[in-house]
């Protein structure tokens, strides 16, 4: 048994030995680094793949992370997006009140004789033929029938009922307003009326009259029912023809009806009832 096992040993240390020869051999003329870099080949390959896997890997976490990020900056500029917008419309809506006020408080200066009252609209209709509006101002704040409404940018309309703390005004593009008026260049005279489409009209101007495009109409004063020299408009158009005895021109209001929020209500005024100097029917 032990003659068989040398006979064994021995071919395999010749044979190593012989390798051992050979690599010496071929490592002293270089043919070992052509060997080394074959069988390195394929490792160096799988392990090329290894690290371009760990580098997809790791860009595919960087791109994951950088989505995130992005989703919450796009997030959060809506956010401050959204928080801009309403800050931007409550500060329309603040300069919006201080022009309204700065109308009203430029109004009073100009009226100092003239006593006035604020008030808020608190409701409307401006839809049909009757265009009034409500506001929260009473009898108990010297509000009366016959009291005149005007802003900043003139006549309103005015007060046909009253209650203890709310009032009723006809607007003046009511068709059932009509106002003694005069032209502040000429100082020609006539009526304003409303219209259905809710513009104005000034009629009764004597044909003739110089009415120029552009002038502004003013309340005149007569039968007592308004204060004069409130601006009620401007004149846009005029119209003549040689068979009318009269001429009319269209006025348009510097105020818009439908936005009123704030108005003014003359509490010194007082109409003037002429209906007692009319004369009486002599009974037959």
Partial sequence: MRRRTNSIRLPALTVL???CVALIVVSGGGGLDAI???????????????????SAVDDIGDMRRTYEELTQYVADLE????????????????GADYQRLADLVNYVSQVQNQEVV??????????SALRTISINRGARDGVRVGSPV?????LVGRVVAVSANAAHVQLINSEFSAISARLETSRVEGSVVGQASGNLRMTLLPQGANVQVGDLVRTSGLGGNLPPDIVIGQVTSTRQFESDIEQT??????IDFDRLEIVLVVTS????????????????
Avoid at 249 to 254: G, I, P
């Fill in 17 to 19: 030995i012989l390798v």
């Fill in 36 to 54: 080394r870099g074959v069988i390195a080949a394929p490792f160096e390959f799988l392990s090329g793949l290894i690290s371009r896997g760990n």
């Fill in 79 to 94: 956010t401050t997006l959204a928080q801009l917008t309403a800050e931007v419309v409550a500060l329309r809506e603040i």
């Fill in 118 to 127: 604020a008030a808020d609209v608190i409701a409307r209709d401006t839809i």
């Fill in 150 to 154: 005007v802003t900043g940018q003139g």
């Fill in 249 to 254: 021109a269209e006025v348009r209001s510097f």
């Fill in 269 to 284: 005024f007082e109409p003037v009832d002429l209906s007692v100097f009319e004369p009486t029917p002599v009974a037959p």
